[in-house]
T-cell receptor
Framework: DTGVSQNPRHKITKRGQNVTFRCDPISEHNRLYWYRQTLGQGPEFLTYFQNEAQLEKSRLLSDRFSAERPKGSFSTLEIQRTEQGDSAMYLC?????????????FGPGTRLTVL | QKEVEQDPGPLSVPEGAIVSLNCTYSNSAFQYFMWYRQYSRKGPELLMYTYSSGNKEDGRFTAQVDKSSKYISLFIRDSQPSDSATYLCAMSGRTGGSYIPTFGRGTSLIVHP
């Protein structure tokens, strides 16, 4: 499968615990994005990387959230001290950016439930 | 007012109908317009990607962009029950060198046999 993959697909945790999600982009893609989607809403941008550099972070990304993309390949998103409001689908997307072209391809998402 | 407005539906149509899905937007800097299909509990799947105004056709799907009216549409011909999903519009423009898309909330489509 050459698409974007995410693990785990589902995560249930207790409030206050830390969780980490992983995203493996399409291999030749240089950009990787994280989004959060809640029920009945479209995806909301959190952050993105170009290669290993984190270039932009949304104000939605509180200091409890941290993302990394070591070596410009896979990425991890960690949420510390989870809150019930963090319950959502966390989506990863990747793209091969060229002049004016930014088609993003999404993974299946990680559904987080905070009890 | 949100930058991208999309009626959440649900929109229920019989099999074989022509479906029209629409979004309006307020940011005149948007240049790239996308439609994604999302099945329940799955990630969005890119259907159509267009630049600026005009039409683009791909099989049973046609995307239209009217920048003067800030209005985009997706038409689905000969709709099938397998088309039942949420359809998300998304759009982007150059902001600080990036093209981070802004998504609508999605329209739920139900095609019944």
């Amino acid at each position: 499968d050459t698409g974007v993959s995410q693990n785990p697909r589902h995560k249930i945790t207790k409030r206050g615990q830390n969780v980490t999600f992983r995203c493996d982009p399409i291999s030749e893609h240089n950009r990787l994005y994280w989004y959060r989607q809640t029920l009945g809403q479209g995806p909301e941008f959190l952050t993105y990387f170009q290669n290993e550099a984190q270039l932009e972070k949304s104000r939605l990304l509180s200091d409890r959230f941290s993302a990394e993309r070591p070596k410009g390949s896979f990425s991890t998103l960690e949420i510390q001290r989870t809150e019930q409001g963090d319950s959502a689908m966390y989506l990863c997307a990747s793209s091969l950016v060229s002049v004016g072209n930014n088609e993003q391809f999404f993974g299946p998402g990680t559904r987080l439930t905070v009890l | 007012q949100k930058e991208v407005e999309q009626d959440p539906g649900p929109l229920s149509v019989p099999e074989g109908a022509i479906v029209s899905l629409n979004c309006t937007y307020s940011n005149s800097a948007f240049q790239y317009f996308m439609w994604y299909r999302q099945y329940s509990r799955k990630g969005p799947e890119l259907l159509m990607y267009t630049y600026s105004s005009g039409n683009k056709e791909d099989g049973r799907f046609t995307a239209q962009v009217d920048k003067s009216s800030k209005y985009i549409s997706l038409f689905i011909r000969d709709s099938q029950p397998s088309d039942s999903a949420t359809y998300l519009c998304a759009m982007s423009g150059r902001t600080g060198g990036s093209y981070i898309p802004t998504f609508g909330r999605g329209t739920s489509l139900i095609v019944h046999p």
